[in-house]
């Protein structure tokens, strides 16, 4: 696992290998969100990492809060534990996310938006965090 950390209390971590604890966390951060069908949320992560995808992660104390996946760089499936949401925890993750962009060799970051409901609800966030709109989601450029 690759570190690092901020002068915010969550620090950004790539996952490689997510430990039994870390995939309890996952379990916990993706319960309610809409994915795929697949037996287990294992077999998604191992569906996204041989995707060539990367797990990024926000742990505070220990625990993973927040998660989201690197597809080059295009965010997906950005989400929080349902407990810590409305505290900032995203937007740290992005924070740091931005803020190490050149450490993890990104020249830029890009989301699309998934459906219709996500655009009202997201684009404080991302206009906050210096994204651009674009006409199929946001991008940030250093």
Known sequence: MSEF????PVILEVINQPDAADL??????????????????????FDQRNAGKTLIAGRF????????????EHIEHLCVRAVTRRRGTARQLLQLLQSHAALLRLSSLQVV??????????????QQLGFTRTATGWLWQP
Not at 27 to 45: G, S
Not at 113 to 126: G, V, Y
């Open 113 to 126: 938006d998934r459906t219709p409901q996500e655009r009202p609800l997201l684009a404080p966030l991302w």
């Open 24 to 45: 309890a966390d996952l379990e916990k951060i993706y319960a309610d969100y809409p994915l795929p069908p697949v037996a287990t949320l294992t077999d998604w992560l």
């Open 5 to 8: 950390h901020s002068a915010m």
């Open 61 to 72: 104390n220990g625990t993973l809060l927040a998660a989201l996946w690197l597809n080059n």
